[in-house]
């Protein structure tokens, strides 16, 4: 469950900007979540708060967003929707797509105090 050390390195990024920043306490968190990354949203919300307990984000509410997949075909250079990592092109059919969306997990919003 690859899941813990992702929120384990989100908790080490809020502890960061919260020295940064100076602020002492997370309320909220989004995070955008590629839909081919390979993260499991109910494992993250499961683990949540296990990893931020006795952190600055301990009651921290977490909402998820998920970004969909997005692809260029090689053969057609058409841009591709992607559900999958290994999907192939909508338009062509080719299976050789240039991912450009979906693997990413970002932080997109803080609220703090």
Do not use: W
């Not at 989100?10 to 309320?27: G, K, M, N, P």
């Not at 952190?55 to 977490?62: I, K, T, V």
């Not at 250079?77 to 192939?88: A, H, I, Q, V």
């Amino acid at each position: 469950m690859h899941e813990l050390s992702l929120l384990d390195n989100v908790r080490t990024i809020l502890e960061e900007h919260a020295r940064s920043q100076q602020f002492e306490i997370v309320d909220k968190i989004t995070l955008e979540i590629g839909a081919l990354s390979c993260i499991e949203s109910e494992a993250l919300r499961f683990a949540f708060d296990t990893v931020m307990n006795n952190s600055l984000a301990q009651h921290a509410q977490l909402t998820i967003k998920h970004i969909a997949g997005q692809g260029r075909c090689v053969a057609c250079g058409k841009m591709t929707p992607m559900r999958e990592l290994y999907d192939t092109c909508l338009h062509c059919g080719h299976f050789q797509l240039d991912i450009l969306s979906g693997l990413e997990m970002k932080i997109t919003e803080l609220e703090v105090r």
